[in-house]
Every structure is written in structure tokens, then in C-alpha cells.
T-cell receptor, first 114, second 115 residues
Framework: GAVVSQHPSRVICKSGTSVKIECRSL??????MFWYRQFPKQSLMLMAT?????????EQGVEKDKFLINHASLTLSTLTVTSAHPEDSSFYIC??????????FGPGTRLTVL | AQSVTQLGSHVSVSEGALVLLRCNYS??????LFWYVQYPNQGLQLLLK??????LVKGINGFEAEFKKSETSFHLTKPSAHMSDAAEYFC?????????????FGKGTKLSVKP
């Protein structure tokens, strides 16, 4: 099956700093990628849809100025958490659909903001 | 709008016993349904999916699920639980009925397997 990677897998930062998370489709092209956030013991909630060559679309309640998304190429989307605060600590997961009926998920990035 | 309800946030079974995880969905279009498994601090792995055709879907690791339109259900089963099955399981429906839409997830069911 297709492979989606995320980097880094784990990051710890101080409050107020910015953190960039990369999501790559390794063996297929993805014009669309999705970013989810998962709080402890909860389900995945869609944050935004990343579109190659155009602006991302954000779900209601997600601050677009805080969670910057850039879909730079057909294989790379980045999520930047700007001025991170402890409440942003979470597990961030990206996914990308292939041409079939399946989305492939990255392994996730654990963000801890001190 | 689509939605998914998973009954039981925590299910515990003995090793070798039947596993049954319940999922009901709501969708205004023909649903594309999925079951994913998540191990601690890892991403999601697809167990199985229903798109069209046969309503009984077989997946990896001995799991299967049956799409029942009349009951709007897509329950996940496995005849005999193994210790390695202990994980979090998520049922999901694809928005807009296709792969290009994002997935709507249920709240998840944590499966524990007792020796």
C-alpha cells in the first residue's frame, strides 16, 4: 500500500515558539491532504484540508493564522503551529487519499508545549 | 451530514473469545465505511473498508465487518481474540461518499484482551 510519512514524530517546545510538521506521500501524488488532531483518549478531529496549489480550507473553530498549512508540492504538506501554547499539545496526524477508496495515514506527530 | 456512533468506549474480552465492536452511521449518500486500528502513539492502520458490492467485508488480521443498510450498521467482528488485538478501534465514514472527502470518525472503542 501507499506510504505517508510525518516528521518529526515527537517534538517538545517552549510556549511561544513555532513548530513545523511535515507530511509526505512517499510513493504517490496527493493533490489533497488532510490534517487531524487527536487529544488524549479522543477521536480524530479534522482541522483542515490541504490543497496543492491553493489555500487550505479550515474547519470551523480552527484558527487559520495559528495553524498555517502549505501544500508546496504533490507530495508534501506542512503544518506550522505558530506561537504554540500548552493547549496546542496534541497528536497531529495527516492523511492522503490515493486514487482508490482509501486514505493513508501518517504515523503522527506528538507535540508537547511546555 | 455524516456521523458515526460507536457503542461502548471500552470492550474487554478474553483471549480466544469473539470480538464484536459496534458501529452505526448516518449518511445522506451511499456510505463508504472504514475500520481503523490505532496502537499507542501510532497512526491509523486500515483494517477493512466497504465501498460497494459484497456487504460482508474481510480485512486483515482475521477481522471482518458486515454492512447492513437497513440497520445503518457496520459492526466489526473477529471469531477469536488474540492478545495482539488490544488497541483502539475507529469506525469512519467518508464524507461525500468518496475517497477525496475527509473521514468522519467515531469516538473509538478501546479493546482489551485478557489472558
Amino acid at each position: 500500500g501507499a506510504v505517508v510519512s510525518q516528521h518529526p514524530s515527537r517534538v517538545i517546545c517552549k510556549s511561544g515558539t513555532s513548530v513545523k510538521i511535515e507530511c509526505r506521500s512517499l510513493d504517490f501524488q496527493a493533490t489533497t491532504m488532510f490534517w487531524y488532531r487527536q487529544f488524549p483518549k479522543q477521536s480524530l478531529m479534522l482541522m483542515a484540508t490541504s490543497n496543492e496549489g491553493s489555500k487550505a480550507t479550515y474547519e470551523q473553530g480552527v484558527e487559520k493564522d495559528k495553524f498555517l498549512i502549505n501544500h508546496a508540492s504533490l507530495t508534501l504538506s506542512t503544518l506550522t503551529v505558530t506561537s504554540a501554547h500548552p493547549e496546542d499539545s496534541s497528536f497531529y496526524i495527516c492523511s492522503a487519499p490515493d486514487r482508490g477508496y482509501e486514505q493513508f495515514f501518517g504515523p503522527g506527530t506528538r507535540l508537547t508545549v511546555l | 451530514a455524516q456521523s458515526v456512533t460507536q457503542l461502548g468506549s471500552h470492550v474487554s474480552v478474553s483471549e480466544g473469545a469473539l470480538v464484536l465492536l459496534r458501529c452505526n452511521y448516518s449518511s445522506s449518500v451511499p456510505p463508504y465505511l472504514f475500520w481503523y486500528v490505532q496502537y499507542p502513539n501510532q497512526g491509523l492502520q486500515l483494517l477493512l473498508k466497504y465501498t460497494t458490492g459484497a456487504t460482508l467485508v474481510k480485512g486483515i488480521n482475521g477481522f471482518e465487518a458486515e454492512f447492513k443498510k437497513s440497520e445503518t450498521s457496520f459492526h466489526l467482528t473477529k471469531p477469536s481474540a488474540h492478545m495482539s488485538d488490544a488497541a483502539e478501534y475507529f469506525c469512519a465514514v467518508s464524507e461525500y461518499g468518496g475517497s477525496q472527502g475527509n473521514l468522519i470518525f467515531g469516538k473509538g472503542t478501546k479493546l482489551s484482551v485478557k489472558p
